[in-house]
């Protein structure tokens, strides 16, 4: 058996429990890994996992941030996850030294220890940018994936000198096969690790990759391909929301829309009489906000602009706190706050 360190922090009885579990089934004798996918877009299916290749794609990661035997990195992720699995993947292949801790909104908290390298959601990195930044800023490598980087979480990375890596991954291709620098020197671009390679079909992203069991994957994301190696992130096509017509990518409008915001929010599309569907925003539990079509068309165009927004007590949200969009919107009703814009 390969042997790597394992240092447990704060860590409750569950999340021991499933890494345990999860170096078990790693060390068995069965080809593959059965995890599920993230759920984030609809109900989590379980696929499987060729070993081999997810060893593969921690050894792509570990060349691409120059990984060092015996670094020492963090596990703050739910170990149910894909994400939380590769960071023992990594650990055991790359032989670094593995902390852990159950999942927490603020894991530098919880270390001394000078981390090496760390993954997080943006959540996280969110709240020890406002709690942890000195710890934060000594990591030389910092992963985020699990959703969008806001314009506000940048400009606190900025304001403290610090540069993470966004990620571009999914479940199916074995967590990240693309990265962008974000924060003090930002790239508008992901990059290809490894031996991955891009191509698209109608503006949605394929990707090739020796990590992926099929060798190639098409995507229901957006992009506009550089080249083979990059590409711009625009949004899922699954997210398109078709008004009277006119086509609306419902994750620029949030980008446009996002400094208006400072509460968890995002746009959706519902059935409407005469357009088919009307764009429509949900902000979290926050009906004290003031907004006015005004404000919102100054930023977006007249097709863009909500023609209404719902308040939600509470998001639904994945694992790894992506906020689950079909079963957010299935909890709007009669009674759900509703302004008319």
């Known amino acids: 058996m390969n042997s790597f360190k394992v240092n447990y922090l704060i860590v409750n009885e569950e999340t021991k429990?499933?890494?345990?579990?999860?170096?078990?089934?790693?060390?068995n004798n069965n080809e593959y890994i059965t995890v599920l996918t993230s759920g984030s877009?609809?109900?989590?299916?379980?696929?499987?996992?060729?070993?081999?290749?997810?060893?593969?794609?921690?050894?792509?990661?570990?060349?691409?941030?120059?990984?060092?035997?015996h670094d020492k990195a963090l596990l703050c992720l739910s170990v149910n996850t894909i994400a939380g699995k590769m960071m023992i993947v990594r650990s055991i292949v790359l032989k670094l030294n593995l902390y852990i801790c159950s999942p927490t909104s603020d894991p530098l908290n919880l270390i001394s220890e000078e981390i090496d390298f760390i993954a997080m959601v943006p959540m996280q990195l969110d709240n020890t940018l406002n709690l942890n930044s000195i710890k934060l800023k000594k990591?030389?490598?910092?992963?985020i994936g699990g959703g969008i980087i806001s314009t506000q979480i940048i400009d606190k990375l900025i304001a403290n000198n610090i540069t993470v890596f966004h990620t571009y991954g999914m479940t199916e291709t074995i967590s990240h096969i693309a990265m962008r620098r974000v924060g003090l020197h930002s790239e508008d671009f992901f990059t290809a690790i490894g031996l991955t390679f891009f191509s698209e079909n109608n503006g949605q992203l394929i990707?090739?990759?020796?990590?992926?069991?099929?060798?190639?994957?098409?995507?229901?994301?957006?992009?506009?391909?550089?080249?083979?190696?990059?590409?711009?992130?625009?949004?899922?096509?699954d997210f398109v929301i078709n008004s009277g017509g006119v086509k609306i990518q419902a994750e620029d409008v949030e980008h446009k829309i996002e400094k208006l915001i400072p509460y968890p929010f995002f746009i959706t599309g519902i059935e409407d009489p005469s357009l088919?569907?009307?764009?429509?925003?949900l902000i979290e539990n926050k009906d004290d906000i003031h907004l006015n079509k005004i404000d919102l068309l100054e930023l977006t165009s007249k097709y863009e602009c909500p023609k209404e927004i719902y308040f939600i007590s509470k998001f639904e949200l994945t694992e790894l706190g992506k906020i689950n969009r079909l079963k957010t919107i299935s909890k709007i009703n009669k009674n759900t706050t509703k302004i008319i814009l």
């Open 276 to 281: 088919g569907e009307k764009v429509v925003l």
């Open 207 to 237: 990707i090739h990759s020796p990590i992926i069991e099929s060798e190639s994957i098409t995507t229901t994301d957006v992009v506009q391909l550089i080249d083979n190696k990059h590409f711009v992130f625009k949004g899922r096509s």
């Open 139 to 143: 990591i030389r490598n910092v992963i």
């Open 17 to 27: 429990g499933l890494v345990e579990y999860f170096i078990s089934e790693w060390f």
């Open 41 to 69: 877009t609809g109900i989590p299916k379980p696929i499987q996992l060729l070993k081999s290749k997810m060893k593969d794609s921690a050894l792509m990661t570990g060349h691409f941030l120059n990984l060092k035997e």
